[in-house]
């Protein structure tokens, strides 16, 4: 009884063995490649760059899907269209792609094709079906970054540090990356010497801060650089140079000028020195200059720092020969450290002693002379006439 | 024995008959050394002046510009006494002029007699002027420019600058007087005819007149003046 259990434990062990291998055998029978085929998707579209210059070499990436269990043969692969040039087609050779898996496409193309829209087509031809064709979207547009300038100053002055701004924006449909902003041109001194921004996305801008120190009058040229995808493009923006006086810088104006001089001929001149400008003037020194010779106590007068609208009195000591005038000179720095010389005309005509011209002789002082002189000649005239 | 009144008056007789007799340098250097002396009191005052504008420099510098002022004066009338002798007669000598260089000295120093004069008129002339003379004071010596300046200032004074005028013109006056003399004492000096000796005379003291002339008009005072 034992025995029989066992034997027939083993037949019914075989019979489902061979029912399920049966059934196995149906199932692979019915699954055709047409079915198979249709399985096979575009799952994801990469373009780099995203979108195209004109002549911008860049990739595209089609990854495709099998969502079957059987794989597909695939007899090759194309990517085509009259505009989007496809450099090579490195997927003529057969091959296939396993059920549930994923293959990637990358062709590269160059954009010589005027703005727009393209459509070029991804095409595979099953070895055992039909084929599948995948239009993907391609843009080309060349608008340039824009640059603009965002701020600068009304005039420039030699060696007057001045701020100026770029405003650099991107109304593309794509980033850009490794924007780097360089200043070309003579006569002036950059600093930063360049300006790294890297990636600027979509409608996006960015400021970029520059100072600027003029030595003499010329063009600022600021050259934008950046890449789209690995292709370098550039866009600049010259700002003309004129070196003129700031309508800010300060002013110094000389005035209340009262004189005085000396028995010992030194020149007195106080007065008052008003900063008539709009910024400060810094180590404001006050003395007279040639043909006027400065001398002690006031050889030169530092009045210091003048804010805008404030003033301070001074004196200065000189003397002066021959002359009706005198100039007064002011110097004064800026914030930056550069000189500036303002001269003033002073007349001293009252003050400076007659050289040749003294008051005339006293008339007693005349007719003594006249009195000498007419004695002493008949002196002379009597001693020729008695030899 | 001639006056001494005769060199005034009667110059030609004067050193007619001195030429009779020996060589006699000694009148004629009194002469020059009391015109020295008047001349160097004048000096001394002009030197006070000038001290006074040194005061502020330092202790010691006034002094040494009362010396220097006195001492120019004095020894400038000797000088121009013996220099001008030694012009006149290298010049004399174009004309073959004969006679020895202390017989021309002996009476060129008696033609100094008006210069005893001028000398005196031109200390009066000091003595009212130079107090009323604004002095600068100089503070250093640092600067050249500034000491030129403080001394055209000095000089330019205008009590200075009437003194100088008047005292230029007394200079004139009698070195004419002198030039009078001297014609007639180097014709006998060096033998000359008289428009010789007046060639001899005129040319150099032409030429003084004209240097006392322009410093008069250009305001830089010349020596002895």
């Known amino acids: 009884m034992k025995s029989f259990n066992f034997i027939g434990l083993i037949l019914l062990i075989s019979v489902i063995l061979v029912f399920t291998a049966s059934a196995a055998t149906s199932t692979s029978v019915t699954t055709d490649p047409q079915t198979a085929a249709g399985q096979i998707s575009v799952t994801k579209v990469t373009l780099d760059p995203e979108v195209f210059y004109e002549g911008d070499k860049g990739t595209i990436a089609l990854e495709v899907t099998n969502n079957g269990v059987d794989s597909v043969a695939i007899h090759r692969a194309t990517f085509y269209d009259n505009n989007i040039e496809v450099v090579g087609n490195p997927y003529e050779a057969s091959t296939s792609i396993g059920g549930g898996n994923k293959q990637t496409f990358t062709y590269t193309v160059v954009a010589d094709a005027p703005e727009g829209i393209y459509y070029p087509v991804f095409s595979i031809s099953f070895r055992d079906a039909g084929s599948l064709r995948y239009p993907v979207k391609v843009q080309v547009e060349n608008a340039p970054l824009s640059v603009s300038l965002l701020e600068k100053p009304d005039t420039f002055s030699a060696g007057k540090k001045e701020q100026v701004k770029l405003l650099i924006g991107n109304p593309r449909d794509d980033s850009v990356n490794g924007l780097t902003v360089t200043v070309q041109g003579g006569g002036f001194d950059v600093v930063p010497s360049s300006y790294f921004v890297g990636t600027l996305d979509s409608d996006r801008s960015v400021i970029v801060p520059f100072t600027i120190t003029p030595s003499g009058p010329g063009d600022l040229v600021f050259n934008v650089n950046y890449k789209n995808g690995i292709n370098p493009h550039e866009t600049s923006l010259t700002v003309p140079v004129t070196l003129l006086d700031s309508k800010k810088q300060a002013r110094p104006v000389v005035s209340n000028i009262q004189e005085k001089s000396d028995p010992d001929g030194t020149i007195h001149i106080t007065g008052d020195v008003t900063n008539a400008g709009l910024e400060p003037a810094k180590a404001v020194i006050i003395t007279s200059s040639s043909p006027a010779v400065p001398v002690d106590p006031y050889k030169s007068y530092v009045v210091g720092g003048l804010e805008p609208d404030d003033f301070s009195s001074f004196e200065v000591t000189f003397t002066a020969d021959n002359v009706t005038t005198v100039p007064i000179q002011v110097t004064y720095r800026d914030s930056d450290g550069n000189l500036y010389t303002e001269i003033s005309i002073v007349d001293i005509t009252s003050k400076i002693p007659s050289k040749t011209t003294g008051s005339p002789l006293p008339l007693p002082i005349i007719g003594l002379i006249i009195g000498l002189a007419v004695v002493i000649g008949g002196v002379i005239w009597y001693s020729w006439r008695k030899r | 024995m001639p006056k001494i009144t005769d060199v005034i008056l009667s110059p030609d007789t004067f050193f007619a008959e001195k030429m009779q007799s020996a060589e006699e340098i000694r009148f004629p250097l009194i002469i020059v050394l009391i015109t020295g002396i008047i001349g160097a009191i004048t000096g001394y005052m002009m030197g006070e002046l000038t001290a006074r504008m040194f005061a502020g420099v330092g202790a010691g510098m006034g002094e040494i510009v009362l010396v220097s002022s006195f001492a120019g004066a004095f020894f400038g009338v000797l000088l121009m006494w013996i220099a001008g002798t030694g ?46 003379v604004q002095v600068p004071v100089l503070r250093s010596f640092q600067d050249p420019a500034v000491m030129q300046s403080a001394i055209n200032h000095l000089m330019n004074d205008p009590s200075m600058l009437q003194y100088r005028q008047i005292s230029s013109i007394i200079s004139i006056i009698f070195i004419l007087w002198s030039a009078s003399i001297w014609i007639f004492g180097m014709k006998h000096a060096r033998k000359l005819s008289t428009k010789n000796a007046a060639i001899v005379v005129l040319v150099p003291v032409l030429i003084y007149i004209i240097s006392i002339v322009y410093t008069i008009f250009s305001g830089i005072p010349a020596p002895g003046v």
């Open chain 2, 87 to 132: 012009i006149l007669y290298l010049l004399s000598m174009v004309f073959k002029g004969t006679g020895g260089f202390k017989r021309a000295l002996e009476f060129i120093g008696w033609g100094f007699i008006p210069q005893v004069f001028s000398a005196i008129i031109g200390l009066l002339v000091a003595l009212y002027y130079f107090p009323m």
